[in-house]
């Protein structure tokens, strides 16, 4: 048994840069197809409302972690052999995507209709009301569920360590195994997750603030 | 022999048939405004007067008859005769629906930009322009919320008015206001009379109507149930319904 040591805490650290990563993958890719998925859902055109919807239901319907498998190794049987991270990546795209997207269904929606009404009447086509008045509005009352959509991506990248990536929490599993010492360890990576986490709710109520004035 | 310019009607309405689902909400309305008139609707809560403005701005269809504004059909399903309408027609809501994440001056100036094509320094001049005429010229930078009801009805207003519509709609604008900030609104309004405006305006504001309209239309289980100039109506009531009426609101 090894002594826990400052190289440990480096290890740690290191790993922490892969979850941060990860989680940004997440964000990304899940924020583009949140909002196409948002947008097809409050269509016009009933054939994008249905797509749109069965999608999300289908991987609200899937546990994170099949998602994950069938992408690792659902993929690498039919030829196309994902890197762990793109296939991490890729998961967490496609379940934040499918969350994201109903939850900006609904932010979309709550603007009231009468927005829609006095912009029509000014003469705004459909693409202007939604870049001009809807959507901003929507983006005001979206800030405090994405963000706390934001931070559970963070946690849920944790189980990108059952297709072999090391990230946070594997790294610290991994050196559990070699100091045993769980409560310090695992203590330390719950403090780490925490500091990737905390800042998002921060800045999530200072931009709440600082639309305040402008909502 | 083709009419007179200046009594040819800007708004048209014959026979309009209105149907929520099985409620007849409106039931064969016709009358006519014409070209610097300003016509009040009044009734009671439910006898269609909202229902009839939002048709004749388009943002109901309709189930029978016709209405013409400036020219447009109108009440017919599809955008595109209702594109061209808002060239004409400007509205006034009774929650004002202005845009909340805007500056007053964006609000006024987004459509001139998006919709008329204005160059931003044109527009900004216009928004002030309208701004002044009701009132608020120092406003330009203020977010709606930080306005009263009175100002953000006036806003709405502007935001109307800097189209420069040829005829405006006001549905029960001042509803929303205490007695205070319903005399600025009013005021507004009496000045655009005053200009000449083509106005129609729902309304409960029986003094203000009886000294600035033209015509009256009592509205009453979703038809026109009298109409005529504002002294003849009020003065001689023909129904027994005009006349509760009239002896409950003032």
Not at chain 2, 79 to 90: A, M, T, W
Not at chain 2, 134 to 157: C, F, H, K, T
């Amino acid at each position: 048994m090894i002594q826990f040591n400052s190289m440990h805490v480096f290890y740690l650290l290191e790993a922490a840069k892969w979850t941060i990563a990860l989680s940004l993958i997440a964000f990304i890719g899940g924020a583009m197809l949140g909002l196409a998925l948002a947008l097809a859902r409050v269509s016009r055109f009933k054939i994008l409302r249905l797509a749109a919807m069965g999608y999300i239901q289908v991987i609200q319907g899937t546990p994170l972690l099949i998602v994950l498998f069938l992408s690792y190794f659902g993929l690498s049987i039919v030829g196309y052999r994902l890197d762990s991270l793109v296939a991490a990546g890729l998961s967490l795209s496609l379940f934040s995507g499918a969350f994201l997207g109903e939850i900006w269904r609904g932010c979309i929606e709550a603007v009231p209709r009468p927005q829609w009404e006095a912009s029509d009447c000014l003469g705004l086509n459909r693409l202007q009301q939604y870049v001009y008045v809807i959507l901003p509005q929507a983006m005001r009352i979206a800030i405090p569920p994405t963000v706390g959509f934001m931070v559970e991506v963070v946690k849920n990248t944790s189980l990108a360590s059952i297709i072999g990536f090391v990230e946070l929490a594997r790294a610290g599993q991994i050196v559990n195994n070699a100091t045993f010492q769980p409560f310090l360890v695992f203590a330390l990576v719950g403090v780490i997750y925490f500091a990737i986490c905390y800042p998002l709710t921060v800045a999530s109520r200072r931009l709440e603030k600082r639309f305040h004035v402008a909502r | 022999m083709s009419p007179d310019r200046a009594v040819q009607p800007l708004v048209r309405v014959s026979e309009v048939v209105k149907l929520f689902g099985a409620v007849k909400v409106l039931d064969g309305v016709s009358f006519t405004v014409g070209r610097g008139q300003m016509v009040a609707v009044i009734g009671r809560s439910g006898a269609g007067k909202t229902t009839l403005l939002r048709c004749i701005s388009g943002l109901e269809t309709i189930q029978g008859g016709e209405i013409e504004v400036c020219g447009h059909r109108v009440g017919l399903s599809g955008r595109h005769s209702r594109k061209r309408l808002h060239r004409d027609v400007g509205i006034v809501f009774q929650s004002y629906n202005l845009f909340p994440h805007l500056t007053v001056e964006r609000n006024i100036t987004l459509a001139l930009m998006l919709v008329q094509k204005k160059p931003r320094r044109e527009a900004h001049d216009i928004a002030a322009g309208v701004l002044r005429l009701v009132g608020l010229g120092d406003r330009l930078n203020a977010y709606p919320e930080q306005l009263s009801g009175g100002q953000q009805q006036r806003v709405a207003i502007a935001r109307s008015l800097a189209l420069s519509p040829q005829v405006m709609l006001f549905d029960e604008v001042t509803s929303a206001l205490d007695p205070e900030l319903t005399a600025e609104v009013l005021k507004v309004m009496e000045d655009l009379a005053e200009r000449g405006m083509t106005m129609l305006l729902v309304t409960h504001e029986m003094e203000f109507a009886r000294r600035v309209a033209d015509l009256v239309l009592f509205m009453h289980e979703g038809k026109v149930w009298e109409s005529g100039p504002i002294g003849e109506v009020f003065a001689d009531p023909r129904t027994s319904e005009l006349r509760q009426f009239i002896a409950s609101a003032l």
